[in-house]
């Protein structure tokens, strides 16, 4: 494992699981920067912000500012101010995506009526009420645009449904197809996290416990994509998956060479 001049860490799965530490990762982290890599953090998960996040890393030995993390509500605002500033918008989405799409100064509403962009994120309070309304916003016209693609979200007890599920849902009924989907794997998350980064993507890893998001994204972006086995994915589904990691490894504390460990 050769050493890279920046790391885009996933987070669930691979840096920690719950509210624990992936074992070593704090370390591992911790080395990288020593020895002069950029490191950001990526995420699928639309349920906290920047600073949430920053705040669980360093709480759990990963010390982290809100700059430092790129979420799929991050490469969300990018895409709707590149194709839909103006635009009403009607989110299927937690208060923390409808606080982020005011404060970047869309008008949001649940009113179907005159709606023009579903918004659809991993929703725990997702019900009929939310399935109709966007089913009316999109059988009036509306676009989907969808923050992230993972059928579900890991968690010790077994996992959550996530956006895939409530996107599913409102495909099924209106017959219609997300615009985008903005997060991992997309380009648009990619260019969000690699200006944050500051490197050239081929000086850069990807580093996640997902074939389809993680090392998939890493690889189109031209970086080196590293699949961790401490999350999602086990090594006996890589075979026949049609992608292939740059590196697999059991957990992050590989990808500091042994020379570069330390004490």
Known sequence: MPLYRGYAFDLDGTLYLGEAPIPGAP?????????????????????????????????????????????????LLLYLRDRHEGRRLLPVAEPVV????????????DDPDGAEVVVVSFDRTFDYDKLLRAYQAVRAGAVIVATNPDPYCPTPDGGLPDCAAMLAAI??????????????????????????LGVEPHEAAMVGDRLRTDVLM???????????LS????RDAIAGAGIEPTHVVADVTHLV???????
Request: with cysteine; proline share 6%.
């Open 27 to 75: 370390e591992a982290v911790e080395r990288l920067r020593e020895l002069g890599a950029r490191v950001v953090f990526v995420t699928n998960k639309p349920l906290e912000t920047n600073a949430d996040y920053a705040a669980k890393l360093t709480r759990l030995g990963i010390p982290a500012s809100p700059e430092d993390v790129v979420s799929s509500i991050d490469a």
């Open 98 to 109: 409808v606080e982020a799409l005011r404060g970047a100064g869309f008008e949001v509403s």
């Open 171 to 196: 495909e099924a009924c209106t017959g219609a197809r997300a615009e985008a989907v903005v997060g991992k794997p997309s380009r648009h998350m990619a260019a969000a996290f690699l200006d944050r």
């Open 218 to 228: 890493g690889l189109e972006a031209g970086m080196a994509a590293v699949l961790v």
């Open 231 to 234: 999350g999602a994915t086990s």
């Open 257 to 263: 060479p042994p020379a570069e460990r330390g004490s």
